[in-house]
Antibody, heavy 120, light 109 residues
Framework: EVQLLDSGGGLVQPGGSLRLSCAAS????????MSWVRQAPGKGLEWVLG????????YYADSVKGRFTISRDNSKNTLYLQMNSLRAEDTAVYYC?????????????WGQGTLVTVSS | QSVLTQPPSVSAAPGQEVTISCSGS????????VSWYQQLPGTAPKLLIY???KRPSGIPDRFSGSKSGTSATLGITGLQTGDEADYYC??????????FGGGTKLTVL
């Protein structure tokens, strides 16, 4: 059974940093692209970053470029999201998601989400 | 402002049929497959339709998808109260990013 377990969320001050993790199990992690998708309170879905199965290619939304970094450790079956220079508008539930194959294909499995709150 | 445009809400009675539209452009829907996601209250999104009209294992055939040009449509027949959820369309964009619609809230009256 495929499982994605998001963790690392919490309360952080504006300008601060946070690292999210997503532990994957039940599939060959390195064979699949992964993404982070966020959802601000009461709002819709916003894709923010994606990474290829090998980790060699990464993709970013303009809203987080230069501040957020996506990475993966295929030996640990874990996806990461390093968030720096956090802003109030980054407050959201962050979901990790696996793709059917490459990052251009849809997200077929999703984690339960982890809440990031940016506030002083 | 979402790249893909969906109606904010739709409603219909139990047992009836409803459609949800998703409008984009040649840089996204016009040249890529469309997916649809269902998000029940308080839960993570779930893939409902992919490659315009394919259903993942376990998704009932009451759910269907279609695409024409730069627009796509999700159809749900035999509406059930358990179908009340937010529905999102999504696709890959030529700017090398995923884009989603703003979401449509389905109310089963």
């Amino acid at each position: 059974e495929v499982q994605l377990l998001d963790s690392g969320g919490g309360l952080v001050q504006p300008g601060g940093s946070l690292r999210l993790s997503c532990a994957a199990s039940g599939f060959t992690f390195s064979n699949y692209a992964m993404s982070w998708v966020r959802q601000a309170p009461g709002k819709g879905l916003e894709w923010v970053l994606g990474i290829s199965g090998s980790g060699g290619s990464t993709y970013y939304a303009d809203s987080v470029k230069g501040r957020f970094t996506i990475s993966r450790d295929n030996s640990k079956n874990t996806l990461y999201l390093q968030m720096n220079s956090l802003r109030a508008e980054d407050t959201a539930v962050y979901y990790c998601a696996s793709h059917l194959t490459t990052v251009t294909t849809p997200q077929d499995y999703w984690g339960q989400g982890t809440l990031v709150t940016v506030s002083s | 402002q979402s790249v893909l445009t969906q109606p904010p809400s739709v409603s219909a009675a139990p047992g009836q049929e409803v459609t949800i539209s998703c409008s984009g452009s040649s840089s996204n829907i016009g040249n890529n497959y469309v997916s649809w996601y269902q998000q029940l209250p308080g839960t993570a999104p779930k893939l409902l339709i992919y490659d315009n009209n394919k259903r993942p294992s376990g998704i009932p055939d009451r759910f269907s998808g279609s695409k024409s040009g730069t627009s796509a449509t999700l159809g749900i027949t035999g509406l059930q109260t358990g179908d009340e959820a937010d529905y999102y369309c999504g696709t890959w964009d030529s700017s090398l990013r995923w884009v989603f619609g703003g979401g449509t809230k389905l109310t089963v009256l």
